[in-house]
Structures are given as structure tokens and as C-alpha cells.
């Protein structure tokens, strides 16, 4: 049998062990009290942050992929109703149909996914996740460059780094420092229609697809070089901006300008 540590890095697993630290996170995920969410909980372990969210949601389904995690859980919160511990993957749950939340600790090695798994749920108000923090800080912009999916997504979601969470603070220490990434639909889309979300996406995508060897060259494949011009004024941007370093605002203009 595997020992705790073996099985903790097989699974990715990094548990919480700092009150405040689950407290702080709960907060960020559930601000309003007087209108609690439903909430989904990713990878609850061993239930510290489960239990914070637990005071603000007014139903909370926690994801657990450690069978053997299972039992304690669920005895833990046998007396709290509006609880519903689920044992298997997050992964492979099918999104409610009601607006909800998402929140968590997640696996660092299967952040992608369930990010990609937030972004495709059409219920999904926002989510709330402690992520590895350099991937926190890659998809929010702070390191003055913006990744692919952060600015294609952008129209619909809106990204923040919220906070840092030190390694220490888990069990057993990441190697690295942790982040709580914030991704929140907005209320109203920055573009809406079948069409304008076409024309984006494939405007974005050419932007990063390197052909040409600038953001300038690559956008003339698509458009004359006069529209480019015209559109690099609008959004006030030098011809040699490295394509990481243009902000969503700026996307947005040449959007606007190159769609017009």
C-alpha cells in the first residue's frame, strides 16, 4: 500500500492546513452572507476549506477523488445538511443547471482541466481556485503578458489574482508558492452575437499563431497592412509589441477597428 506521501503525489495533492488561510479563501469565494451560493467544492481532502464554505453557501457539493478521504469526510458533515460530500472525480460531474459557483484547492497538475471545465459550464457564475502561482499570475496579466486563453475567453470572463498563498501553508509543501485565481462571467458580455464572437476568436488566434513573426505581421495575413496601421493607432500600440504584452482592452479595440 501507498504510503500518505506517495499517494498525496500521485494525486497532486496538496492539503490546506492554515485556518485563517481557508477562511481568507472562503471569504473571496462567498462574499454575500445574506445570498449565499451554490457551491462546488474541487478536491475537498480533508474538509479545511470545506468548512468555511460550508458557513457561506446554502448548498455545497464537495468533489473528492481519494476514496480513502471519503468516510472521514462525510462523518465529519454528517450533521450539516446542506453538505453533500461526492466521492470521484470533479472532472467528470455534469455542471447544474442553476447558476453556481465554483471553488478550491485545486490539484496543480490538473489546473488546466478544470479550469477549461469552469470556462465550458454555462451555469457558472465564477470560481474561485488556489492555483500554482505562476499559473495564477500567467493568465491574469501579472507579469505584464497575457496568455491565449485569458484574452480569448476575456469577452466573457473577466480574470484576477486575488491573493498569494505561501507553500507553507500546505501539507505536504509544494515546492512553489500558491495563487487565488479569480475568473468571474460577467453579467454582460464585452461582445455578444455568433459573429462578433467568431471574428474574435479568429482574430486572437491569428495574433498568436507567430505566422509572420509579429503581432503586426501576422494580423497583414488577414488584413491590409493599411487597416493594421490604422488599427495599431486606435488601440495605441507600437508595430513591435510582442503579441504577450498587448492587454484585452487593447485586443478589443483592434477588434473593433479590424471588424468595423
Known amino acids: 500500500m501507498a504510503r500518505p506521501t506517495q499517494r498525496?503525489?500521485?494525486?497532486?495533492?496538496?492539503?490546506?492546513?492554515?485556518?485563517?488561510?481557508?477562511?481568507?479563501?472562503?471569504?473571496?469565494?462567498a462574499p454575500d452572507r445574506r445570498n449565499p451560493p451554490l457551491l462546488l467544492e474541487v478536491g475537498a481532502g480533508n474538509g479545511a476549506l470545506t468548512e468555511p464554505l460550508a458557513r457561506r453557501s446554502r448548498e455545497l457539493h464537495a468533489y473528492e477523488i481519494d476514496p480513502r478521504l471519503v468516510?472521514?469526510?462525510?462523518?465529519?458533515?454528517?450533521?450539516?445538511?446542506?453538505?453533500?460530500?461526492?466521492a470521484g472525480d470533479f472532472l467528470a460531474?455534469?455542471?447544474?443547471?442553476?447558476?453556481?459557483?465554483?471553488?478550491?484547492?485545486?490539484?496543480?497538475?490538473?489546473?488546466?482541466?478544470?479550469?477549461d471545465w469552469c470556462l465550458s459550464a454555462p451555469g457558472l457564475t465564477d470560481a474561485t481556485l488556489l492555483t500554482q502561482l505562476e499559473y495564477a499570475r500567467k493568465r491574469t496579466g501579472d507579469?505584464?503578458?497575457?496568455?491565449?486563453?485569458?484574452?480569448?475567453?476575456?469577452?466573457?470572463?473577466?480574470?484576477?489574482?486575488?491573493?498569494?498563498?505561501?507553500?507553507?501553508?500546505?501539507?505536504?509543501?509544494?515546492?512553489?508558492?500558491?495563487g487565488?485565481?479569480?475568473?468571474?462571467?460577467?453579467?454582460?458580455?464585452?461582445?455578444?452575437?455568433?459573429?462578433?464572437?467568431?471574428?474574435?476568436?479568429?482574430?486572437?488566434?491569428?495574433?498568436f499563431s507567430g505566422v509572420g513573426g509579429s503581432l503586426h505581421a501576422s494580423l497583414r495575413r488577414a488584413h491590409p497592412r493599411r487597416r493594421v496601421d490604422t488599427a495599431f493607432r486606435a488601440a495605441?500600440?507600437?508595430?513591435?509589441?510582442?503579441?504577450?504584452?498587448?492587454?484585452?482592452d487593447r485586443w478589443l479595440r483592434l477588434h473593433e477597428e479590424l471588424t468595423a
Do not use: C, K
Open 93 to 115: 460531474a455534469r455542471p447544474p443547471r442553476r447558476p453556481f459557483s465554483v471553488a478550491g484547492n485545486v490539484p496543480f497538475s490538473r489546473t488546466a482541466d478544470i479550469v
Open 236 to 248: 495605441r500600440l507600437d508595430p513591435g509589441v510582442l503579441v504577450g504584452e498587448v492587454a484585452p
Open 71 to 86: 468516510p472521514g469526510l462525510r462523518a465529519r458533515f454528517a450533521s450539516t445538511s446542506h453538505v453533500h460530500v461526492v
Open 143 to 178: 507579469y505584464g503578458r497575457w496568455s491565449l486563453l485569458t484574452v480569448l475567453t476575456w469577452p466573457h470572463h473577466e480574470w484576477r489574482l486575488l491573493d498569494r498563498v505561501g507553500r507553507h501553508r500546505f501539507r505536504p509543501a509544494p515546492r512553489v508558492d500558491a
Open 180 to 207: 487565488i485565481l479569480r475568473i468571474q462571467r460577467r453579467h454582460a458580455p464585452l461582445l455578444t452575437g455568433t459573429g462578433p464572437r467568431r471574428t474574435w476568436s479568429d482574430l486572437v488566434e491569428l495574433g
Open 8 to 29: 498525496a503525489r500521485t494525486l497532486s495533492q496538496n492539503f490546506l492546513a492554515d485556518r485563517a488561510t481557508a477562511d481568507h479563501v472562503a471569504r473571496l469565494a
